[in-house]
């Protein structure tokens, strides 16, 4: 799997030498010294002076491994009277084991001062199977997703925004035919964004993200740890792990086919920083 990732990061693409916290002679702290927990100014906090220039990130190798397991609940569906309209579904509920998939993941984020604005898409075709008893569900997953945040203490920010999710779910339970469906929901999301520089070359992110409620998927969570080593000025690897679960009941002709679904696995890639 290839993915490309596209960052706009003001203040990721400066790798300022370390100043000090305190005046070597006085030992008494320096006034506006930003601080990454670690004693170290922080080029990456929100408002800090230091976060000054943009920078573009490009990520050609982009690997993200997760495991993917699914549960479907199909309901009845009586015959058509007349046989017209089919021969009706004997529904069920079934649940996968994980196994190893792929995703193909786009973003791009843009940060001045306090404010953190950030839009990304994903690809996935995902399968899962069980033997006894039979279970198999197929998903094909298309997304994007707009977050904007503020600063609301030193590293920390609260992000809002909307997730777009258009599913085509195939599943099969025992030896009854296929059932495909087609979710597609608009979820609002809520979230926090941390982030901090861990002296020169190191650079921490953590995301988490909530939503959905009711008003499109039932339940839609994710969330995303990664750590970016910058080896030289333009090239660098990001290491991390990434989690995203979500619960959507769709209704078809007065019935309701719910899925429950979950991702998680590594993360790995080689940037490229302009």
């Known amino acids: 799997m290839v993915i490309i990732q596209i960052d706009a990061v ?42 000054l220039d943009w920078t573009v990130a490009i990520y050609p190798i982009y690997a993200w491994a997760p495991l993917f397991g699914a549960s479907v609940d199909i309901p009845n569906v009586p015959p058509t009277p007349g046989g017209g309209g089919g021969g009706g579904i004997m529904g069920g509920h079934g649940a996968t084991n994980t196994s190893f998939n792929g ?72 030896d009854q035919p296929e059932v495909s469906w087609k979710p597609g929901v608009w979820d609002p999301l809520v979230g926090l964004d941390w982030r901090t520089a861990l002296g020169r070359k190191w650079f921490v992110a953590f995301d988490v993200a909530g939503g959905g409620f009711g008003v499109g998927s039932d339940v839609d969570i994710s969330g995303q740890l990664r750590a970016n080593w910058r080896f030289t000025r333009h090239f660098g690897m990001t290491l991390g792990y990434g989690v995203e679960h979500f619960e959507i009941t769709t209704t078809v002709s007065k019935h309701d086919f719910t899925t429950k679904q979950t991702l998680n696995g590594p993360i790995f890639g080689f940037g490229i920083y302009l």
């Open 10 to 51: 003001q203040g990721f693409a400066a790798t300022p030498e370390p100043q000090p916290n305190s005046d070597s002679e006085t030992g008494e702290p320096l006034a506006n010294a930003p601080e990454n927990g670690f004693g170290a100014p922080d080029a990456n906090a929100y408002g800090s002076k230091e976060a």
């Open 103 to 174: 995703a193909a993941f786009a973003a791009i984020s843009v940060q001045e001062k306090k404010w953190l604005v950030g839009l990304s898409g994903l690809w996935a075709g995902l399968s899962a199977t069980r033997t006894t008893p039979h279970v198999k569900v197929n998903t094909d997953a298309i997304y994007g997703q707009f977050m904007g945040g503020y600063q609301l203490y030193r590293h920390i920010a609260l992000t809002g925004g909307f997730r777009r999710m258009g599913l085509k779910v195939r599943a099969t339970l025992g």
